[in-house]
C-alpha cells in the first residue's frame, strides 16, 4: 500500500484546498503537469517545476528542481531535505505555502527471537538517490483568448486590403502619368509595407501553437497612422489592438508563450 501524503495550500489562488496524494513523487510547480499547480499569473515564485515531494526508505523528503526563488522548508531555504509531520513548504522566500501532512507507520511489539549466530559486520547499502526531475518541457499555453483571435482576424483582413490598397494606389498614379507615379509611391510604399507586417504577424498568433511571444504595437501604431492614406479600417484596427493588448487575460497568455518558447 502506498504512503499517503495530505497537502493544504496556505496561499495563493486556491488557498485553503486540501489535496491527498497517494502517488509518488508528488510534484508541485506553476506547469500544467505538476501534481500540485499554482497559476503563474498569481504566484509568480513558483516556477513550472518548483519542487517534489517522494517517499524513500520510510521517510518524506523534499527536493528542489531548480526553481528560481528557491524552496523553504520552515521558513530555511533547502535543496533536498527530509519532512518531518507537518513540515509548511514555502515556494519563494515570499510565495506560496503548503503544509504536508501523512501518518506516522503503527508501532509494532518486537518479537521475541532465537539467537543467531554472529555475523561479521558489514555496511548497510544506502538508498538509492532520488532521481533528478528531467526539466520541464514546453507545454500548450492554454486556451486562446477571444480578443487575441480576433485581433489576429482582423489585422489579416487589414492586411489583405492594404496589400490591394497598395495596388490601387500605384494605379492611380499610373492613370496621371509620371506626376501621378511621385504622388502616390509614398502611400503605395506604405500600405505594401504594413500589409506584409500585419499578414506575417496574423499567421504567428493563428498558427498552434503560438508562434508570437509579444504584442506587436508597432503594427497597431502604423494602422492607426495609416488613415492618412484614407484607411478608416485599418485606424479601427488599430485601436482595436491596442485596446486588446492590455486585457489581463492577453498579457498573460503571452506571458506563458514567453516562457514556453525553446531557446534561441
Same mark, same amino acid.
Given at each position: 500500500?502506498?504512503?499517503?501524503?495530505? !497537502?493544504? #495550500?496556505?496561499?495563493? %489562488?486556491? #488557498?485553503? *484546498?486540501?489535496?491527498?496524494?497517494?502517488? $509518488?513523487? +508528488?510534484?508541485?510547480?506553476?506547469?500544467? /503537469?505538476?501534481?500540485? #499547480?499554482?497559476?503563474?499569473?498569481?504566484? *509568480?515564485?513558483?516556477?513550472? =517545476?518548483?519542487?517534489? +515531494?517522494?517517499?524513500?526508505?520510510? @521517510?518524506?523528503?523534499?527536493?528542489?528542481?531548480?526553481?528560481?526563488?528557491?524552496?523553504? $522548508?520552515?521558513? @530555511?531555504?533547502?535543496?533536498?531535505?527530509?519532512?518531518?509531520?507537518?513540515?509548511?513548504?514555502?515556494?519563494?522566500?515570499?510565495?506560496?505555502?503548503?503544509?504536508?501532512?501523512?501518518?506516522?507507520?503503527?508501532?509494532?511489539?518486537? @518479537?521475541?527471537?532465537?539467537?543467531?549466530?554472529?555475523?561479521?559486520?558489514?555496511?548497510?547499502?544506502?538508498?538509492?538517490?532520488?532521481?533528478?526531475?528531467?526539466?520541464?518541457?514546453?507545454?500548450?499555453?492554454?486556451?486562446?483568448?477571444? *480578443?487575441?483571435?480576433?485581433?489576429?482576424?482582423?489585422?489579416?483582413?487589414?492586411? &489583405?486590403?492594404?496589400?490591394?490598397?497598395?495596388?490601387?494606389?500605384?494605379?492611380?498614379?499610373?492613370?496621371?502619368?509620371?506626376?501621378?507615379? !511621385? %504622388?502616390?509611391?509614398?502611400?503605395?510604399?506604405?500600405?505594401?509595407?504594413?500589409?506584409?507586417?500585419? &499578414?506575417?504577424?496574423?499567421? *504567428?498568433?493563428?498558427?498552434?501553437?503560438?508562434?508570437?511571444?509579444?504584442?506587436?504595437?508597432?503594427?497597431?501604431?502604423?494602422?492607426? !497612422?495609416?488613415?492618412?492614406?484614407?484607411?478608416?479600417?485599418? $485606424?479601427?484596427? /488599430?485601436?482595436?489592438?491596442?485596446?486588446?493588448?492590455?486585457?489581463?487575460?492577453?498579457?498573460?497568455? %503571452?506571458? =506563458?508563450?514567453?516562457?514556453?518558447?525553446?531557446?534561441?
Amino acid at each position: 500500500m502506498n504512503p499517503e501524503l495530505t !497537502v493544504t #495550500r496556505l496561499g495563493g %489562488f486556491e #488557498r485553503g *484546498k486540501k489535496t491527498v496524494h497517494t502517488s $509518488l513523487p +508528488v510534484t508541485i510547480g506553476a506547469d500544467p /503537469g505538476c501534481d500540485i #499547480r499554482f497559476d503563474p499569473t498569481w504566484d *509568480k515564485t513558483v516556477s513550472p =517545476r518548483h519542487c517534489a +515531494v517522494f517517499h524513500n526508505a520510510g @521517510q518524506w523528503w523534499v527536493e528542489d528542481s531548480g526553481s528560481r526563488e528557491g524552496t523553504f $522548508l520552515n521558513s @530555511q531555504k533547502v535543496t533536498r531535505s527530509p519532512l518531518p509531520p507537518g513540515s509548511v513548504l514555502y515556494l519563494g522566500k515570499d510565495g506560496p505555502g503548503v503544509r504536508l501532512e501523512y501518518a506516522l507507520p503503527a508501532m509494532t511489539m518486537p @518479537q521475541p527471537q532465537a539467537p543467531q549466530p554472529q555475523q561479521p559486520p558489514y555496511a548497510s547499502p544506502a538508498p538509492a538517490p532520488y532521481p533528478a526531475p528531467s526539466p520541464a518541457t514546453p507545454t500548450s499555453t492554454g486556451v486562446k483568448p477571444g *480578443k487575441l483571435t480576433t485581433i489576429a482576424v482582423l489585422t489579416l483582413i487589414s492586411g &489583405i486590403l492594404n496589400a490591394l490598397g497598395a495596388v490601387g494606389w500605384i494605379f492611380a498614379g499610373l492613370s496621371i502619368f509620371l506626376v501621378g507615379i !511621385v %504622388f502616390t509611391i509614398i502611400p503605395a510604399a506604405y500600405l505594401a509595407t504594413l500589409a506584409v507586417f500585419e &499578414i506575417i504577424y496574423a499567421s *504567428k498568433i493563428l498558427s498552434d501553437p503560438i508562434r508570437a511571444t509579444k504584442p506587436a504595437t508597432h503594427v497597431a501604431i502604423m494602422e492607426i !497612422v495609416s488613415i492618412i492614406t484614407g484607411n478608416v479600417f485599418s $485606424l479601427i484596427v /488599430g485601436i482595436l489592438a491596442m485596446v486588446f493588448y492590455g486585457d489581463p487575460a492577453v498579457k498573460a497568455y %503571452f506571458a =506563458r508563450s514567453a516562457q514556453q518558447q525553446p531557446p534561441a
